[in-house]
């Protein structure tokens, strides 16, 4: 075997390490500079010549700068004859943009799978996916891990009562409906909906909650606005309890600041990104999940078994 080497770049070098503490391999090493001007210039610290490389990093905020650092490490690699290159990729960035929904707007999620592939990108491994035809945008092997599989044991370890899984709106039910299936709960959903312009949400519970323990399933977490007020329709319904679990934790704006509201008890989320400490929130890595994948993909076993 040729051998593989994984890199890191700046917003995932804790998440690399752990990764390739799972892996007994060492972190190799590159450099990463910025011109007075903000350039972003990275050298290759050793030899990749003939290896199959992995590249550590989610493109969330700044998300130009670790998008266009990605990139750059990418066109590095290649230029330093690397036999392939995978970008390990925790959080994908601009993938909310993934279709035309109003006139004259761009599709975000195809324009940066275009430039991965022009880098010389030639897999992509990352985990929830926005929106899962995202991988059709792309010309090449994408592997979308499910986030499911760490909330899991996470869940099961509360010894809930009357535990039942929801998904937040209705775009979220198939991704929800996964979850009840693995579990073997009941689903209810939240349907939220805007009445009349620059009016309040209205939401809406399809589905019985009383007394129950209700799980939210998410992809990720941005302001946690919609999050805290579907906990407290839900509240309001009758649930028990309410916690809530989104792989990303986006957490920008006044996320911490509406996740002081008591509706929500817990949130639970992976350290796809970094996240500022608070007693309301667990993280849960997805580190070693990362790690396993990447032995797999080095040795062209199969990364669909994981979650079957």
Known sequence: MRGYKIFAGSSSIEFAKEVCK????????????????????????????????????STGAPSNDNLMELLIMTDALRRSSASSIT?????????????????????????????YETAGINRVVTIDLHAGQIQGFFGIPVDNLYGSIIFQEYIQSKNFKNPVIASPDIGGVARARYFAEKLGLEMVIVD?????????????????????NVIMIDDMVDTAGTMVKGAAALKAKGAASVMA???????????????????????????????????????????????????????NESVNSLFS
Do not use: W
């Open 87 to 115: 970008a390990v990729v925790p959080y994908f960035g601009y993938a909310r943009q993934d279709r035309k929904a109003a006139p004259r707007v761009p599709i975000t999620a195809r324009l940066v799978a275009d430039m």
């Open 192 to 212: 939220k909906r805007r009445e009349k312009a620059n009016e309040a949400e209205v939401m809406n519970i399809i589905g019985d909650v009383t007394g129950k």
């Open 22 to 57: 799972s892996l007994d391999v060492p972190l190799s090493k590159a450099e990463v500079k910025r011109f007075s001007d903000g350039e972003i210039s990275v050298q290759i610290s050793e030899s990749v010549r003939g290896r199959d490389v992995f590249i550590i990093q």
């Open 245 to 299: 679990c989104a792989t990303h934790g986006v957490l920008s704006g006044k996320a911490y600041e509406n996740l002081k509201n008591d509706a929500l008890d817990e949130l639970v989320i992976s350290n796809s990104l970094v996240t500022v400490p608070m007693k309301k929130i667990k993280v849960l890595s997805v580190a070693p999940l990362f790690a396993e994948v990447i032995r797999r993909v080095y040795h």
